[in-house]
């Protein structure tokens, strides 16, 4: 992430651990700034180091609930001058002597508003942990319209909040400008995993392999709805393969180009790791397309498009491959011409009692009718209308992928 861009902050905040008279503190180490904050409550300590990495802050969000330690935000605002937090002492005490037996509405609205003057964007948001709803509800109403990256902390709070939250935050990246997350934890009993911090410290965790795993997971759900590989190709480090889909797209023969992509996703295939195996996966999924005839490039697409739902699309390839290939089949060397595919429509209609059998027959018109009426909005003829019947669609086109395979392949 770059310093300057706008940042919204999503805290927990718990009830903490009393020792001494206080809530427990820890140093967090920030390999980022190279420095140990001491901190009863992680969040404090994240917010100053987002900022004094030069990230501007236009919200902070924290949910807890009632019971939480709100009073311990007050150690946002340690470092600021005596004068400045004077006035906030005796709110401080208020809220962390309420906050033992459960802070109302209007404590935490005057707490927060007193805060807000010296953290501007700050959200102090009570939550029963039991309604599982609410995160994202209340995201959708609070978060900012601006362009923005979220840092997550999952450090405080009952362990199901910040699990609900973060698939929270995977809804909201479809409905608000999040350009990215990047994901903290204070591991506060891991210091013995970790030899490069100082002594007694607790080591910071970046999990910035939870913000990769969404994003794979979203180019997996756009390829597996719609076909579109681009970005899913892009994060296994294949990059500039637009044109190459366009062209599939518009229904031209880029061969060699996919015959590229497949071997480099059959060699990253053969590695261990995660990427690998999305790799084969895609690998499966893109290999009929190299088929070596037109017609049988464009029936696999039609497969291929039909798996994910893209009915029209699957439609409109079968029929047109089917077309192609019979042409293919009986001698029609320019069939690739889009004017011989008329000549081949009619050669289908003149010969079609030599060509198919009468159950073929049937499927060839009910296909061709489907196809126009679909094409061009023609009102359904029938109750079992292929055109408005999923079901009776769905088993004409695997009937017709049937008769492709029965007349066409050798």
């Not at 595919?341 to 030599?354: A, G, L, P, T, W």
């Amino acid at each position: 992430m770059n310093p300057n861009e706008k940042v919204v902050l999503l805290s927990l905040i718990g009830k903490g651990i009393i020792e001494n008279g206080g809530y427990k503190k820890a140093g967090y180490y920030f390999e980022e700034t190279d420095e140990v904050i001491y901190t009863s409550l992680f969040g404090a300590a994240l917010y100053k180091v987002l900022k004094k990495l030069g990230y501007d802050i236009v919200q902070w969000i924290i949910f807890g609930t009632r019971y939480s330690n709100w009073s311990e935000l007050a150690t946002v605002l340690e470092d600021e001058n005596k004068e400045e937090i004077d006035g906030l002492v005796e709110w401080y005490m208020k809220v962390c002597e309420e906050e033992k037996k459960g802070i109302s509405d209007q404590m935490l609205g005057q707490w927060e508003s007193l805060l807000s003057s010296k953290i501007p964007g700050i959200r102090l948001l009570p939550v029963d942990p039991l309604d599982y709803d609410i995160y994202i509800n209340t995201l959708l109403k609070e978060f900012t319209e601006e362009k923005c990256k979220v840092m997550l902390d999952i450090t405080h709070s009952y362990r199901h909040m910040p699990v609900i939250l973060a698939f929270s935050i995977m809804v909201l990246k479809y409905i608000k400008e999040i350009s990215g997350v990047s994901v903290y934890y204070g591991a506060l009993n891991m210091g013995e995993f970790m030899n490069d911090i100082p002594a007694n410290a607790v080591p910071v965790l970046k999990i910035d392999l939870i913000s990769d795993l969404v994003s794979m997971v979203e180019g997996l759900a756009t390829f597996d709805n719609s076909g579109y590989f681009v970005d899913l190709l892009n994060l296994l480090g294949i990059e500039n393969t637009e044109k190459t889909y366009f062209w599939l797209e518009m229904n031209r023969q880029p061969r060699s180009q996919l015959r590229q992509i497949t071997e480099m996703l059959q060699s990253f295939s053969r590695g261990d790791d995660y990427k690998a195996s999305i790799a084969g996966y895609l690998n499966d999924q893109l290999k009929p397309l190299l088929s070596s005839t037109l017609d049988k490039r464009m029936v696999e697409r039609a497969k291929l498009f039909f798996g994910k739902k893209q009915y029209l699309k699957a439609l409109i390839l079968l029929y047109e491959g089917l077309v192609i290939g019979i042409g293919r089949k009986h001698g029609f060397n320019d069939y690739l011409d889009y004017d011989a595919r008329e000549k081949i429509r009619q050669f289908i209609k003149n010969n079609d009692s030599v060509l198919f059998s009468d159950a073929q027959k049937e499927t060839y018109y009910k296909l061709e009718y489907t196809r126009n009426a679909a094409v061009h909005g023609s009102r359904a003829r029938g109750t079992q209308d292929t055109v408005e019947q999923l079901d009776s669609f769905e088993q004409l086109f695997k009937e017709a992928v049937k008769l492709y395979e029965d007349i066409v392949i050798d």
